[in-house]
Structures are given as structure tokens and as C-alpha cells.
């Protein structure tokens, strides 16, 4: 799971006035366990103009939730992964333009982001329940045979979804929330909204300014002691993080990270710690993170300066001491960070 995380960030409800701009800000638990915060700011829309369109953002957030979790028995992916190879699956539009854009950053990172990873989840026990399982070398090839992404067709003029294998699941984890992001600042602004914050599970979206009038200040989480790496402030722009500190385990020794390369069918050892990706959408910097966490920091860091207004810090380990390394693109040169 990706963590990124407002510096101050007060979990409030009501409208309260901070030099005649009004901040209202709730909370709601989205995609099973995680929780999605919703701040926003204004100077001329009531109480109840601000609460209807945090209500809109929450909606589609949760239709996000409905159509694309794995975990929901009856949403598009859990269909399309029962059915069949070779059988033409249906799904709504929103759906379907996720897995374009999936595609199209799976072509980018040269498949380093994958949405047919599930078999490897499932294999070293990341899913559906959390059981620590270190598979062997004939069981990652055996799972390989069911990965990557051009076993996936798409049909733009019915929006629907072919498997050419059999056993290919998809897993939208690295792209979902950050599109639900992006739909909930759509609806805000729909509501006359200009200034806001979202963030699901860590996934964040700014637009406008805070309520001092300042841009927006999200701190970066040090992979590898407390507190923050960096702290960026803000205005209409996105920001996920992808880290390996932030599932994994331990057995007989050996760190797993839950970030699994689809060409190995391993969990990476690149020594990435982290990668934060700025855009400004987060469906992109969500899948961007998950991707270039793959790749590394020399292939990473050259696929975003190739990238129009995108920008990364990527943190390495040095040493088992926890001391780290910390690579930004060019546009972050500056960037004030705490090694």
C-alpha cells in the first residue's frame, strides 16, 4: 500500500472560518480498509454547498471502489477474471479507461507496470490473506505463464476486456486510487470548488490553495526512520508514493517487498526504498511510482524527465543501516531533504 500524507492534516467535520475562508473536512473508509480525506477550502460557497460537494467527491470514489476492487464479487475486474480466455467481457466506461491508461503506462515503463500482476500476489502471499510464502523457481515460471499486460486486448467500441491466456487476473492496486482521486477533485470542482485537498490511502491531489492562502504542504515519509524526507508544497498537482517499507516481509532472514517485478515474478532488489512521483493527474503519478519503483532509479529517473510536468524523488538504500541515497529529476533540484 502507498503512503503519502498531509503535514497538518486535522480530521475535522464542520465549516469553521479561518480569516473569512471556510474549510470543511470529513473522512470516509473506501477500497476495504482505507481511509480517504477530503479537505476543502472557500470564501464564498455555505455549509452546505461545501458538504454537497464533498458528498459528490465520496460518490464517485465509491463508484471507483464498486466497479473496479477485486475484492467485490460482482465489480468488473472480479467478472472479467472469472471469465474465461477468449470471451469478450463487457465492463462500464470508466473502467475500460483505466485499463487504457494502464496500457499506455505499461508501454511507458516497458513493463515494469503490469495490471495482470495478481497471479504473483497471490503466489507470495500478499493476497487474499496475508500468508508469507517464498514460491519456487518453477512456481514463479508456472505463475509468469499467466502475467503481462499484451495478454490483454481491448475493444474500444464496446469496452470490453479479452484474456488471451488462461489464469490472467487483473489487479488495478497501482492505478485505481489514484484515478478515484482524480474523480473526486472532477466532482468537487463540478460543485464550484477551487481549492482542495484529496487523499485515498495516501494518494494526493491538490488544487487551488490552503486555507491561509499558501500552496498546499504534503510531507514525503522517510523510507527509513521517522518523519519526513522532504515537504513539498503545492497547487494543482498529484503526488503518490511508492515504497517497499510499507508491505513486506521477513523470512528466514530475507526481506520480500511487495513491489514484484512481472519479468522476474520476484519482489524488486534494486534497493529502491522509495519513489514519490509529482503529476497532474494521480492515475498517472499512482502508476508511475508502482513503475519505476520496478525499473530502478537510473531507468526510472530517465522515463520521467522524458515525461512532460512529471518530477520524482527516489530514495535508495546505501547499507543495511537504513542510510539511503535520494535522486530527484531536475524540476525538484533544490528540494530541501533530510537523508
Not at 95 to 111: I, M, P
Amino acid at each position: 500500500m502507498k503512503r503519502f500524507l498531509e503535514v497538518v492534516l486535522a480530521i475535522g467535520m464542520p465549516v469553521f472560518c479561518l480569516g473569512c475562508r471556510s474549510v470543511y473536512r470529513a473522512e470516509d473508509t473506501v477500497m476495504g480498509p482505507i481511509i480517504a480525506r477530503i479537505t476543502v477550502v472557500s470564501d464564498r460557497l455555505g455549509e452546505d454547498e461545501m458538504k454537497s460537494a464533498v458528498e459528490a467527491a465520496f460518490a464517485e470514489v465509491h463508484r471507483v471502489d464498486a466497479l473496479m476492487s477485486h475484492y467485490k464479487p460482482d465489480s468488473d475486474i472480479t467478472r472479467f477474471n472469472e471469465a474465461p480466455p477468449d470471451e469478450w467481457v463487457e465492463v462500464d466506461r470508466l473502467t475500460f479507461g483505466v485499463l487504457e491508461q494502464s496500457q499506455k503506462v505499461s508501454e511507458l515503463t516497458g513493463g515494469a507496470f503490469d495490471p495482470t500482476v495478481m497471479p504473483l500476489v497471490t503466489l507470495w502471499g500478499f493476497w487474499p490473506a496475508r500468508q508469507p510464502n517464498v514460491p519456487s523457481e518453477e512456481e514463479i515460471r508456472q505463475a509468469l505463464v499467466h502475467v503481462g499486460y499484451k495478454k490483454l486486448s481491448l475493444d474500444s467500441s464496446r469496452h470490453a476486456l479479452l484474456k488471451t491466456a488462461e489464469g490472467v487476473n487483473l489487479d488495478l492496486g497501482g492505478i485505481a486510487q489514484g484515478y478515484a482521486v482524480d474523480k473526486a477533485i472532477e466532482a468537487l470542482r463540478r460543485k464550484g470548488v477551487t481549492d482542495a485537498l484529496v487523499e485515498i490511502g495516501g494518494e494526493t491531489r491538490v488544487i487551488g490553495r490552503n486555507k491561509e492562502g499558501n500552496p498546499w504542504r504534503i510531507g514525503v515519509l522517510h523510507p527509513a526512520r521517522r518523519g519526513y524526507l522532504a515537504i513539498l508544497e503545492l497547487s494543482d498537482m498529484a503526488v503518490a508514493t511508492s515504497g517497499d517499507y510499507m508491505s513486506f516481509f521477513i523470512l528466514n532472514g530475507k526481506r520480500y517487498s511487495h513491489l514484484l517485478d512481472p519479468h522476474t515474478g520476484k519482489p524488486i532488489a534494486n534497493d529502491i526504498a522509495s519513489v514519490t512521483i509529482l503529476d497532474k493527474k494521480c492515475l498517472m503519478a499512482d502508476a508511475l511510482a508502482t513503475g519505476v519503483s520496478v525499473m530502478g532509479p537510473e531507468k526510472g529517473m530517465q522515463l520521467i524527465e522524458s515525461l512532460p510536468g512529471a518530477e520524482a524523488i527516489i530514495a535508495r538504500r546505501k547499507d543495511s543501516n537504513g542510510e539511503i541515497e535520494v535522486f530527484v529529476s531536475k524540476g525538484l533540484k533544490g528540494l530541501k531533504l533530510s537523508p
